[in-house]
């Protein structure tokens, strides 16, 4: 008898629990399977951004290997104005940039540069985007802006970053800074170069270091 007492006692507690605790338990309920749809509908959209933004990268590559300017700009800015999140934006910009190059349109290929530079979370990245801004800045004329950006961060571009700024500085005159730079260039790629890919770059190197020659006479 007392077993059929306790069992009604344990049911009692288990009504009084549940009707103290059930919005709890339906509202933790709630909040976990929202979290679960929540998460599938954010992973859905962004693997849909991401084709989006892929699809309109690859219409920016065929417009630029077509040199239709026009048209790969008009692609870009959709690019850039809808996806900019997505590291299309940041290459689409980046291509842009290239081919305004190729088209003399240099003003438009400084704010592309500037837009990916602002823009691109990559730090592997960031020093490429950086020369090629240096490059189109000392193309407009403006060399101490050009080099500024190549006192950043080369990371793995240091020897561009040095070829550059010899260039620049033997533009400008001062060939000491040139071989200097040139000079701290080709030690960056290392000494045995000989068969490697780098060695038409360690070549081009050494022909700048030697029509300086009568710079490094001068120094010894």
Do not use: C
């Amino acid at each position: 008898m007392s077993t059929h007492y306790d069992d009604e006692a344990q049911v009692e507690d288990l009504r009084r629990w549940w009707k103290e605790n059930w919005l709890a338990l339906a509202i933790g309920l709630g909040l976990g399977l929202g979290a679960i749809f929540g998460w599938e509908y954010y992973q859905r959209e962004k693997n849909y951004t991401r084709a989006q933004a892929s699809q309109l990268f690859e219409e920016l590559k065929k417009a630029t290997t077509a040199k239709q300017y026009d048209n790969a700009a008009s692609i870009g800015d959709r690019l850039i104005a809808e996806f900019a999140s997505t590291p299309y934006a940041v290459a689409g910009a980046m291509k842009l940039a290239q081919a305004a190059v190729a088209e003399t349109k240099l003003d438009d290929a400084r704010s592309r540069l500037e837009w990916a530079a602002a823009h691109s979370d990559d730090a592997a990245l960031k020093p490429l985007i950086q020369l090629r801004l240096a490059r189109v800045l000392w193309q407009q004329g403006k060399p101490v802006d050009a080099l500024k950006l190549l006192d950043g961060d080369a990371s793995t571009y240091a020897v561009l970053f040095e070829e550059l700024r010899g260039d620049i500085k033997l533009a400008e005159g001062d060939r000491p800074a040139a071989l200097a730079a040139y000079s701290k260039a080709l030690a960056s790629l290392g000494a045995a170069t000989t068969g490697t890919p780098n060695a038409p770059i360690a070549e081009a190197l050494q022909e700048k270091i030697d029509d300086l020659a009568d710079v490094a006479s001068v120094k010894s």
